[in-house]
T-cell receptor, first 115, second 109 residues
């Protein structure tokens, strides 16, 4: 069983479209994240949820909206897609929300290409 | 602004040699330090974490932390072609984890 699973793995879409990426973790973790990795390989946190509560919301355009229906799921919805949104989006989870003693487990990534 | 810096590489090392990867960080209050490995087209996976000054060994991997000089390094002994990947350093304090851009390591047979 995949610990952190996200779908779809590949997504090619046109500018202006709205798309969603779904994520689920079966590790029993309390904290989930969305990361963006651009072409230069920088891994940047976008959002973090702890027990369905938003705890980190980095400077991300309002077009990006996370939703956590329960602590095992964290979905990402993107409105009005732009060319610059093309990147790999990683969902991740950890047991706690601090940086101490919490290993982050990543999903396989969702490759988004906006054309 | 808190930063984590790594040499982007690529770092080329002969098979069987020791690969040395370095990472410096700006926040003196940092408390946790992680090394992740990322193969091309794959997600990052944890190799090691270290919290205290000194060395921590796990198999062929050794993490070294020097808080006074604000650097953390990863040594890979007896390098194998399968170690070829990008190695990401992540530094944590309180609720924030800052990532470096990674060093690309190439092990040449």
């Amino acid at each position: 069983d995949t610990a952190v699973s996200q779908t779809p793995k590949y997504l090619v879409t046109q500018m202006g479209n709205d798309k969603s990426i779904k994520c689920e973790q079966n590790l029993g973790h309390d904290t989930m994240y969305w990361y963006k990795q651009d072409s230069k390989k920088f891994l940047k946190i976008m959002f973090s949820y702890n027990n369905k509560e938003l705890i980190i919301n980095e400077t991300v355009p309002n077009r990006f909206s996370p939703k956590s229906p329960d602590k095992a799921h964290l979905n990402l919805h993107i409105n009005s897609l732009e060319l610059g949104d093309s990147a790999v989006y990683f969902c991740a989870s950890s047991q706690g929300q601090g940086a101490i003693g919490n290993t982050i487990y990543f999903g396989e990534g969702s490759w988004l290409t906006v054309v | 602004q808190k930063e984590v810096e790594q040499n982007s590489g690529p770092l080329s090392v002969p098979e069987g040699a020791i690969a040395s990867l370095n990472c410096t960080y700006s926040d003196r209050g940092s408390q946790s330090f992680f090394w992740y490995r990322q193969y091309s087209g794959k997600s990052p996976e944890l190799i090691m974490f270290i919290y205290s000054n000194g060395d921590k060994e796990d198999g062929r991997f050794t993490a070294q932390l020097n808080k006074a000089s604000q650097y953390v390094s990863l040594l890979i002994r007896d390098s194998q072609p399968s170690d070829s990947a990008t190695y990401l350093c992540a530094v944590g304090s309180n609720y924030q984890l800052i990532w470096g851009a990674g060093t690309k390591l190439i092990i040449k047979p």
